[in-house]
């Protein structure tokens, strides 16, 4: 996988660095409760934003759904990230993942710094679900760029092999020295990820304050440990899993949040 290519930009940065940043991730399961029965969008964004975050890593975000549209008295005409972005993160990035004749779903960063760039890398296999990698590279206030990328792997282990690789070759693309972090719904419940992005420097949150990362799936009564957060040239602080109420009725998985030291 190649980088992007380089540009001319005009955006200044002030003189204070920015040392520490708090990340979220969270499977947002379509706005829908765990069975699908009930549209929580407007109650999600409350909760995401009393979490008081710089950057928000959104997985299984919709883009538009005639089907819901229909369905739900409630449903907002809005693209879930960006009502999601309301006020708060001004700057959001979207990749499509699955696209299908009622609609479109997929990965989303929200940030409140600038996005420099972004690139969604289609990871899908044949005859596996729709999957990609969301690339973005982000300005930080007073820092080099980080980059950032949004992931969501497939339920077959044999594709979230392959689909790890192709993350490692984007790692391995990217600036030696580069901030990174790779957070989202990585489906590996058996933890065979942690090694494989060790050896691109990458260590997760959890796994380096608790020995393992957070058990997320199902919210309510988390059991598999599906999502993760990862950094390199960049140290964690704090992480945090949240599986109590509201969260534990606002999607099927809990949602992980850390601290970054710059």
């Given at each position: 996988?190649?980088?992007f290519p380089s540009e001319n930009?005009?955006?200044?940065?002030?003189?204070?660095?920015?040392?520490?940043?708090?990340?979220?991730?969270?499977?947002?399961h379509k706005g829908l409760t765990f069975f699908g029965r009930k549209y929580m969008l407007p109650e999600l964004r409350d909760?995401?934003?009393?979490?008081?975050?710089?950057?928000v890593f959104l997985q299984e975000v919709i883009g538009a759904h005639e089907g819901y549209a229909?369905?739900?008295?409630?449903?907002?005409?809005?693209?879930?990230?960006?009502?999601?972005?309301?006020?708060?993160?001004p700057q959001f990035a979207y990749g499509r993942n699955a696209?299908?004749?009622?609609?479109?779903?997929?990965?989303?960063?929200?940030?409140?710094?600038?996005?420099?760039?972004?690139?969604?890398?289609?990871?899908?296999?044949?005859?596996?679900?729709?999957?990609?990698?969301?690339?973005?590279?982000?300005?930080?206030?007073g820092r080099a760029e980080i980059h950032a990328v949004c992931v969501h792997l497939g339920l077959r282990e044999t594709h979230r092999e392959r689909q790890l690789q192709l993350l490692s070759d984007l790692l391995d693309s990217l600036p030696p020295g580069a901030p990174a972090i790779v957070a989202g719904d990585f489906?590996?419940?058996?933890?065979?990820?942690?090694?494989?992005?060790?050896?691109?420097?990458?260590?997760?949150a959890f796994a380096a304050t608790f020995g393992?990362?957070?058990?997320?799936?199902?919210?309510?009564?988390?059991?598999?440990?599906?999502?993760?957060?990862?950094?390199?040239n960049a140290l964690t602080f704090s992480p945090?899993?949240?599986?109590?109420?509201p969260w534990s009725h606002l999607s099927d998985h809990a949602p992980l949040l850390t601290g970054i030291q710059l």
């Amino acid at each position: 996988m190649k980088r992007f290519p380089s540009e001319n930009r005009t955006h200044e940065k002030p003189d204070i660095a920015l040392d520490t940043l708090r990340v979220m991730t969270l499977n947002v399961h379509k706005g829908l409760t765990f069975f699908g029965r009930k549209y929580m969008l407007p109650e999600l964004r409350d909760a995401i934003n009393a979490m008081q975050v710089d950057m928000v890593f959104l997985q299984e975000v919709i883009g538009a759904h005639e089907g819901y549209a229909k369905r739900l008295v409630d449903w907002l005409p809005t693209p879930q990230y960006e009502y999601l972005a309301d006020t708060l993160w001004p700057q959001f990035a979207y990749g499509r993942n699955a696209v299908y004749p009622q609609g479109d779903h997929g990965n989303a960063l929200l940030s409140k710094f600038p996005i420099l760039q972004h690139q969604n890398l289609d990871v899908t296999l044949s005859g596996s679900e729709e999957r990609g990698l969301l690339h973005c590279v982000v300005d930080i206030p007073g820092r080099a760029e980080i980059h950032a990328v949004c992931v969501h792997l497939g339920l077959r282990e044999t594709h979230r092999e392959r689909q790890l690789q192709l993350l490692s070759d984007l790692l391995d693309s990217l600036p030696p020295g580069a901030p990174a972090i790779v957070a989202g719904d990585f489906n590996d419940w058996r933890g065979r990820a942690g090694p494989i992005l060790a050896a691109c420097g990458m260590q997760e949150a959890f796994a380096a304050t608790f020995g393992a990362p957070a058990k997320t799936f199902p919210a309510r009564w988390p059991m598999l440990r599906l999502d993760r957060i990862y950094v390199r040239n960049a140290l964690t602080f704090s992480p945090q899993v949240h599986s109590r109420k509201p969260w534990s009725h606002l999607s099927d998985h809990a949602p992980l949040l850390t601290g970054i030291q710059l």
